[in-house]
């Protein structure tokens, strides 16, 4: 046997003990399957254009408080988000202009309002981690979502 | 680059901007597995690689209709999940300033939670964890099933695609070594 069958048979064990260690769990394939029903082609998307994750960025931190800036920007819809972690719990806190009228939406689907005030700001609490965007009612009633981000 | 044009990937595609619903569930079917794989081999934890994974598809819904390289759809998703678990890793950090790494529990080891039932399997899951990061990153990616493109194995790990056959062969052998001195003496 060559040392290549040899690799493929080895590779080929551990793909079946790796089936059983640490197999993709079956909510995962679920919310692959279920990711394609938030498609929606009418949507302008405002995308993601400063985010201080991104290398070049010092890491915001005051006390116990991690904060993450991010800044999207599309379809006449400008959004400043401001996500900050205290103690395990997301708080988001942001700032939209260019919309009057948003929608929290989560990977699942899952919609809640935006409280926006009368300058466009808002504050959401007891954020539940994972993927989320904000959608909003843009220029001339147009719907703007911005991309996706996880927190 | 000359890369044969894979006319499957465009037609899956081509059906999925289409709306062809079946055609997503092939789509993520086929590659959910090395993205999870890619998180895992990351060491990410499951609900980190869980949200990475939802990310990446919905990302991939969100560009479907502006995807320039149609054939090169695995190779997309492979370098979105490498950035997303990257994010995940620096997100962590950010939450957990360094230092405060001990206070973490230990991540589920399978072993302990007897999933894996032939003890030589046990041993073989015990020495890939032992391998060094890079190599075990590697392997996971490799072992995902369907296996995966060299092309797109490249991308998710940030690699030549010229040298992921020698590093293969490289990291088996080095598993292969840990397999025969088995147990670390305490």
Redesign the interface.
């Known amino acids: 046997m060559s ?1 290549d069958e040899d ?1 493929d048979q ?2 080929e ?10 197999a ?2 079956e ?3 679920a ?3 279920a ?2 029903a ?2 929606d ?1 009418d949507v302008e ?1 405002a995308r993601l254009v400063a985010d201080s ?1 991104e290398a070049g960025f010092e ?1 915001v ?1 005051s006390g116990p408080v ?1 904060a ?1 800036l991010l800044a999207f920007d599309g379809g006449g819809v400008c959004v400043d988000l401001d996500v900050e ?1 205290t103690a ?1 719990r997301t708080v988001l806190i942001g700032h939209v202009s260019g919309a009057d009228a948003c929608v929290l939406e989560r ?1 699942d689907g899952v919609r809640q309002l935006v409280p926006l005030d009368e300058l466009g700001r808002f504050l959401i609490g007891g954020v539940r ?3 989320l965007r904000l959608r909003c009612r843009g220029p001339a009633g147009r719907t703007v ?1 911005t ?2 981000v ?2 | 680059m000359d890369r044969p044009i894979d006319v499957d990937s465009v037609d899956l595609l081509g059906r999925v901007r289409a709306g062809d619903e079946t055609a997503w569930a092939e789509l993520t079917a086929r590659y959910t597995n090395m993205l999870w794989s890619l998180a895992r081999g990351m060491r990410l934890s499951e609900q980190d690689a869980a949200d990475a994974v939802q990310t990446t598809w919905l990302r991939l819904v969100e560009r479907v209709d502006t995807i320039r390289h149609a054939d090169r759809v695995g190779g997309w998703l492979a370098t979105t999940m490498r950035r997303e678990c990257l994010a995940a890793i620096a997100r962590r950090e950010r939450v957990m300033p360094a230092g405060s790494w001990d206070d973490l529990p230990a991540p589920a080891d399978p072993l302990e939670d007897g999933l894996i039932r032939e003890e030589r399997d046990a041993a073989l899951w015990r020495a890939l964890r032992a391998l060094r990061p890079r190599c075990q990153v590697l392997l996971r990616v490799l072992m995902a099933d369907p296996a995966p493109s060299y092309a797109d194995v490249a991308l998710a790990l940030d690699m030549p695609v010229g040298s992921i056959g020698p590093t293969r062969q490289r990291c088996l052998a080095a598993l292969r070594q840990l397999m025969r001195l088995g147990p670390e003496p305490i």
């Open positions: 040392p690799d080895l590779l064990r551990l793909r079946r003990v790796a089936a059983e260690a640490d993709v769990p909510n995962v394939l919310a692959a399957r990711a394609f938030m498609r082609t998307l994750a890491p931190r991690a993450r972690v395990g990977g981690p994972g993927p979502a991309s996706w996880t927190v």
